[in-house]
């Protein structure tokens, strides 16, 4: 397998990195050495951000609708056409081929903005007309997760165009590849020099420069709540707004009268990796359901095999989490990386569920990032409503339930964002996205997705 090497792009240019240097990138499938990335500095960080805030100056702010339309037109043809190479740039191979569904339902949907109003008239008499209309902020800088860095880029990177901003993207470090080559595609698609820039770079110097620049107006953030924190306190230093996408301790709460089988999917399919914001975590279970579901979930484990994570720091820290499980409750199944040969050379881990007394522990508290879950049970309504709401997060739970009064009950009380009934996760461009707590600030997808990338100017002429 060739070992391709991926560049930087700032001002209209793809470039190599100013200091010369790139980092490795190995695959999770068996740890072949299969990228080298640019490793970008405060050099290139400055570059990009000053690129983008000539180029929001000098034109994109003023571009008109019909420019910006035919733009995103070009934009979709080639990521079409250019669909086999970025599912090849992807490290961790999941997914499949092909442009999502999701994707040009983003894209559709906030080109189709720009077709709304640009501000409200007020008032507009013989003596005096007053108005409000909404305008750019400048510069936005987009943090992309690994879990998705192709939709990960697209989701901010396409309402912040659309919005009037220029953008400097910095792509995860274990997935750069992907978050780069869809930048590029930008470029190809003729948007103007400076308008879109991406950088990578391996540890925190790029990430902290970016915050820090003056010219950056808002940063747009996905990830753990920990750096998110980090994120939101350098910013402040500026007042600079952020959109912030954090953490999760997803509950999954079943009842007696659930369809355990569909429950147990969900599950399964959202656990097992569970590298997802989504992703279950925590399964609440009414104690006279609890051995079945257990039993169906191992078997259902079991023949999904092993989870890949995306490298070996994700395995070592799953493995930390699950020598405190092994202490502090009952591990039902799993708690070991995989060692059969087709999995012994990359990062593969067992799907693994503990079974607890209460959430005191951390593998029931924190954001794990992989394939583990803890259990509890619960007797009652007000138990169950409990357990659910007592975590530090608030984006998702997963209520299983066939009796309407009870979901109207939970629908209500539950102190997140976003609520599923009978389903796992879901997912829509027109729906608002995002949590409660320290789940995040802000929200993606929908007309709530545009917002933060707007400020509102107040004019009155006399």
Known sequence: MSVKKYDLLAG?????????????????????????????????????????????????????????????????????????????????????????????????????????????????????????????????????????????????????????????????????????????????????????????????????????????????????????????AAAAEDLKRVQLNLGSKTAQVVFPDADLAAAVDATTGSAFPGQACSAISRVLLHSSVCDKFVALLQEKAQAAGPSMLIDGAAMERVERYVEMGKTQGALLFGGSRATENEYAKGCYFEPTAFAFDDQSSPVCRDEIFGPVVSLLTFDSDEEALALANDTDYGLLVSLWTQEPARQRYFVRRLEVGIVTVNCGSALSHRTPWGGFKQSGIGRRYGEMGLEPFFEYKTVWIS
């Open 12 to 232: 209209g240019q793809i470039c190599p990195p100013a200091s010369g240097r790139y980092y490795s990138l190995y695959s999770p499938v068996d740890s072949t050495l299969i990228a080298e990335v640019a490793d970008a500095t405060g050099v290139d960080v400055d570059r990009a951000v000053v690129a983008a805030h000539e180029a929001f100056c000098a034109e994109w702010k003023f571009c008109s609708v019909e420019h910006k339309r035919a733009l995103f037109a070009k934009l979709k043809e080639i990521l079409y056409a250019t669909a086999d190479e970025l599912a090849a740039a992807k490290v961790q191979p999941q997914g499949g081929a092909g442009i999502p569904p999701l994707i040009e339902g983003v894209i559709d949907y906030y080109v189709g903005k720009l077709d709304d109003p640009a501000g409200t008239l007020i008032e507009h008499g013989d003596q005096q007309t007053n108005y409000v209309y909404r305008e750019p902020l400048g510069v936005v800088a987009i943090f992309v997760p690994f879990n998705g860095p192709m939709l990960g880029a697209l989701l901010a990177a396409v309402p912040a165009l659309v919005a009037g901003n220029t953008i400097v993207v910095k792509a995860p470090d274990q997935e750069a590849p992907q978050a780069l080559k869809t930048m590029q595609v930008f470029h190809e698609a003729g948007f103007p020099a400076g308008v879109v820039n991406a950088l990578s770079g391996k540890g925190p110097e790029v990430g902290q420069a970016l915050v820090a620049h003056p010219a950056t107006r808002l940063i747009s953030f996905t990830g753990s709540t920990a750096t998110g924190k980090k994120v939101m």
